[in-house]
């Protein structure tokens, strides 16, 4: 025989208009009673003592300490916290046969019925352990999620039961709060928020709710704020809280995003103060110019590169709420360059026709059954260019932008939430590739499979870098690049471990004979020659001066080439190469040169010096061609492409 003692001021009958057992005639109130307790399977009886309910009970219940009970509660938790509900109420069913008066058990139950998606079921059990204990608190607190999507009202009473009996617990006040949050009361669900985060730092439920609160309110840093505070404590391995994550990690992202809309012009302020920083650290004068000719959002003519007196960092004003990172990126490439070059260890990686002779080579069998099989026509050779090339870039830019952005997140924290939104971006487009059917079955397997273990390795670089707070290696790890991409990381890791500046060139090499594509570059060491010091074709003054000619001798080689392939530009342009090694003499505008590929014509060494520009751009257009013609090209492009 078992008997219970209940007060009945906190009994529960009806939720929504719970009856005053106290102020019913007795025989009302033990009617009600009884039908509360009718799922007792045994005999029992109902009387009231003073305030208190009696219920005697014909059960055999075991000892909840049994070593069999705690053992099957042991294995029903663990299965619920790995998801695996159905197990779980199978257990608590075993359990239940043997102890059918443990108010836990029949409240875990109901909590595995809901997680099922069997909220009358849920409700059913959960009201028993209600009947059971009705001050129990967790149940109260899953009775309030049952009604919180049907009735607010009946919700928040159940929510506001549970607190008073638990006023500490965040589990309760998280719900409490979110259920004001909803209501628009967030001054009071921002303190119960705060509540449940002192008892518990890491409960991410209460984190992600203050974070949204905010949000509602505008009040973006401060949502930011509350996840990076999550974010640092240990993660919950309880698989039910993994949804819960995945919304953090979505809101982390838009609050970010949200602060640089409310004021871009704040971050671009910064870059020009960094700007000014990086140009009186180098002694280079830095020029940031609006371009959106070109190819990329933003890109650095470093001075040397082009025998210039000054960096040139040329960008797309048309996505402000990057465009602060991109410049932020392509300023850290100076820095980094400028550094590696006063120790004396400054490379420059080219290609050239040994470098892509060997890339074909590799990638042969897979061409010429693209050509057999007629799929790109006569685009075939500019693709075959334009991957070759878009994966030498890849391989050159991934260590380097592994050291700019982990350079760029420690050194300058006011520039994190535009790098999060460019970051972001980055790793969806990257992911065009992964998941476009068509590029799959287009792209030559090694550069294919080269491609996604950079894409993989720059994901799980970058989640590294944000420590929990983005999780962009998600999609790859299912895939096959998965495990060469950490490996190209752990690379990357041993380099910063005493990292000199120049290493990141030798991190290529390394990358690079990972990836089997140690033969499709090279490197050509930076001799430091001052601009002024520099002849001939180098003479930035005068090819300032030619621009004009330069821009409409430009436009004259895009429209000669615009229906040429590849193998009919090349020789053009290799003829020309050959030329300029004896010296192209570009002051005179004579015409007084002559090709053997373009027979019947004569032309001057600017002439010629455009033609062997403009080719190579489309051919090979990571090939440094010993001038510079950036500006006289762009202009160039800018007027044939209205033209078109």
Same mark, same amino acid.
Not at 128 to 135: F, I, K
Not at 291 to 310: L, Q
Not at 545 to 553: F, G, L, S, T
């Given at each position: 025989?078992?008997?219970?003692?209940?007060?009945?001021?906190?009994?529960?009958?009806?939720?929504?208009?719970?009856?005053?057992?106290?102020?019913?005639?007795?025989?009302?109130?033990?009617?009600?009673?009884?039908?509360?307790?009718?799922?007792?399977?045994?005999?029992?009886?109902?009387?009231?003592?003073?305030? $208190?309910?009696?219920?005697?009970?014909?059960?055999?219940?075991?000892?909840?300490?049994?070593?069999?009970?705690?053992?099957? %509660?042991?294995?029903?938790?663990?299965?619920?916290?790995?998801?695996?509900?159905?197990?779980?109420?199978?257990?608590?069913?075993?359990?239940?046969?043997?102890?059918?008066?443990?108010?836990?058990?029949?409240?875990?139950?109901?909590?595995?019925?809901?997680?099922?998606?069997?909220?009358?079921?849920?409700?059913?059990?959960?009201?028993?352990?209600?009947?059971?204990?009705? $001050?129990?608190?967790?149940?109260?607190?899953?009775?309030?999620?049952?009604?919180?999507?049907?009735?607010?009202?009946?919700?928040?009473?159940?929510?506001?039961?549970?607190?008073?009996?638990?006023?500490?617990?965040?589990?309760?006040?998280?719900?409490?709060?979110?259920?004001?949050?909803?209501?628009?009361?967030?001054?009071?669900?921002?303190?119960?928020?705060?509540?449940?985060?002192?008892?518990?730092?890491?409960?991410?439920?209460?984190?992600?709710?203050?974070?949204?609160?905010?949000?509602?309110?505008?009040?973006?840093?401060?949502?930011?704020?509350?996840?990076?505070?999550?974010?640092?404590?240990?993660?919950?391995?309880?698989?039910?809280?993994?949804?819960?994550?995945?919304?953090?990690? %979505?809101?982390?992202?838009?609050?970010?995003?949200?602060?640089?809309?409310?004021?871009?012009?704040?971050?671009?302020?910064?870059?020009?103060?960094?700007?000014?920083?990086?140009?009186?650290?180098?002694?280079?004068?830095?020029?940031?110019?609006?371009?959106?000719?070109?190819?990329?959002?933003?890109?650095?003519?470093?001075?040397?590169?082009?025998?210039?007196?000054?960096?040139?960092?040329?960008?797309?004003?048309?996505?402000?709420?990057?465009?602060?990172?991109?410049?932020?990126?392509?300023?850290?490439?100076?820095?980094?360059?400028?550094?590696?070059?006063?120790?004396?260890?400054?490379?420059?990686?080219? $290609?050239?026709?040994?470098?892509?002779?060997?890339?074909?080579?590799?990638?042969?069998?897979?061409?010429?059954?693209?050509?057999?099989?007629?799929?790109?026509?006569?685009? /075939?050779? $500019?693709?075959?260019?334009?991957?070759?090339?878009?994966?030498?870039?890849?391989?050159?830019?991934?260590?380097?932008?592994?050291?700019?952005?982990?350079?760029?997140?420690?050194?300058?924290?006011?520039?994190?939430?535009?790098?999060?939104?460019?970051?972001?971006?980055?790793?969806?487009?990257?992911?065009?590739?992964?998941?476009?059917?068509?590029?799959?079955?287009?792209?030559?397997?090694?550069?294919?499979?080269?491609?996604?273990?950079?894409?993989?390795?720059?994901?799980?670089? *970058?989640?590294?870098?944000?420590?929990?707070?983005?999780?962009?290696?998600?999609?790859?790890?299912?895939?096959?690049?998965?495990?060469?991409? %950490?490996?190209?990381?752990? /690379?990357?890791?041993? *380099?910063?471990?005493?990292?000199?500046?120049?290493?990141?060139?030798?991190?290529?090499?390394?990358?690079?004979?990972?990836?089997?594509?140690?033969?499709?570059?090279?490197?050509?060491?930076?001799?430091?020659?001052?601009?002024?010091?520099?002849?001939? *074709?180098?003479?930035?003054?005068?090819?300032?001066?030619?621009?004009?000619?330069?821009?409409?001798?430009?436009?004259?080689?895009?429209?000669?080439?615009?229906?040429?392939?590849?193998?009919?530009?090349?020789?053009?342009?290799?003829?020309?190469?050959?030329?300029?090694?004896?010296?192209?003499?570009?002051?005179?505008?004579?015409?007084?040169?002559?090709?053997?590929?373009?027979?019947?014509?004569?032309?001057?060494?600017?002439?010629?010096?455009?033609?062997?520009?403009?080719?190579?751009?489309?051919?090979?257009?990571?090939?440094?061609?010993?001038?510079?013609?950036?500006?006289?090209?762009?202009?160039?492009?800018?007027?044939?492409?209205?033209?078109?």
């Amino acid at each position: 025989m078992v008997t219970l003692n209940i007060p009945l001021r906190d009994i529960i009958i009806d939720p929504k208009n719970n009856p005053d057992l106290l102020s019913l005639p007795e025989a009302e109130a033990i009617a009600l009673l009884k039908e509360v307790f009718a799922f007792l399977d045994a005999p029992f009886s109902v009387s009231i003592e003073g305030e $208190t309910a009696v219920i005697e009970a014909n059960i055999d219940s075991a000892d909840p300490t049994d070593k069999n009970i705690v053992r099957l %509660r042991e294995k029903a938790a663990r299965e619920a916290s790995r998801g695996r509900y159905s197990r779980a109420v199978k257990l608590y069913d075993q359990i239940l046969a043997q102890a059918p008066l443990l108010v836990e058990i029949r409240r875990d139950k109901g909590m595995s019925l809901l997680e099922m998606g069997q909220p009358a079921e849920a409700k059913e059990i959960i009201r028993q352990a209600l009947a059971l204990n009705p $001050t129990e608190p967790y149940s109260l607190l899953l009775m309030g999620n049952i009604y919180f999507q049907t009735s607010q009202e009946t919700a928040e009473q159940f929510f506001t039961r549970a607190a008073r009996f638990a006023p500490e617990d965040p589990y309760i006040l998280s719900n409490l709060a979110s259920l004001l949050g909803k209501q628009e009361k967030y001054d009071e669900a921002i303190t119960l928020f705060k509540q449940a985060l002192a008892a518990d730092p890491g409960y991410p439920n209460a984190g992600f709710g203050l974070a949204l609160v905010y949000m509602h309110q505008e009040q973006y840093e401060k949502a930011i704020g509350v996840l990076d505070a999550l974010f640092a404590q240990p993660s919950s391995v309880d698989i039910r809280s993994e949804g819960v994550y995945q919304e953090a990690w %979505r809101l982390y992202r838009q609050a970010n995003q949200e602060l640089v809309k409310a004021n871009p012009e704040k971050y671009m302020a910064y870059v020009r103060q960094l700007r000014d920083t990086v140009d009186a650290d180098g002694g280079v004068e830095i020029e940031l110019v609006p371009d959106n000719s070109i190819g990329t959002m933003a890109v650095a003519e470093i001075a040397w590169h082009h025998n210039r007196s000054r960096h040139v960092v040329r960008y797309k004003d048309s996505a402000p709420t990057i465009v602060p990172h991109l410049l932020a990126h392509e300023l850290e490439h100076i820095n980094l360059e400028t550094a590696a070059r006063q120790a004396d260890n400054n490379r420059f990686f080219i $290609t050239n026709p040994e470098t892509r002779e060997a890339a074909e080579t590799a990638i042969l069998p897979e061409i010429s059954k693209l050509k057999r099989s007629g799929a790109l026509g006569d685009m /075939l050779d $500019t693709f075959i260019n334009r991957i070759i090339s878009g994966l030498t870039n890849q391989l050159f830019n991934l260590p380097l932008d592994m050291m700019i952005e982990h350079a760029l997140y420690h050194n300058h924290p006011e520039l994190r939430p535009v790098q999060l939104i460019s970051l972001t971006q980055t790793m969806a487009d990257n992911l065009q590739v992964l998941n476009d059917s068509q590029i799959k079955r287009l792209t030559p397997r090694l550069i294919y499979n080269a491609n996604l273990t950079m894409n993989a390795a720059y994901a799980v670089f *970058t989640d590294h870098l944000y420590n929990g707070r983005t999780n962009f290696t998600d999609p790859y790890e299912s895939t096959r690049y998965l495990r060469p991409g %950490r490996a190209l990381f752990s /690379l990357w890791l041993e *380099t910063m471990e005493d990292y000199q500046p120049g290493d990141e060139y030798d991190l290529v090499d390394k990358m690079a004979d990972q990836l089997k594509l140690e033969d499709w570059y090279a490197w050509r060491k930076d001799e430091k020659r001052p601009a002024e010091e520099v002849g001939g *074709t180098t003479n930035e003054a005068l090819l300032k001066e030619k621009e004009p000619a330069a821009v409409m001798y430009c436009l004259s080689a895009l429209q000669r080439f615009e229906n040429l392939n590849r193998d009919q530009i090349f020789p053009i342009v290799s003829e020309i190469a050959l030329l300029g090694q004896r010296g192209l003499d570009y002051a005179d505008p004579d015409q007084k040169y002559t090709l053997n590929n373009i027979p019947g014509e004569q032309f001057s060494g600017l002439q010629l010096m455009c033609f062997m520009y403009v080719g190579f751009k489309d051919i090979e257009p990571t090939l440094d061609v010993g001038f510079d013609l950036s500006s006289s090209y762009q202009l160039a492009l800018q007027l044939y492409q209205e033209d078109r």
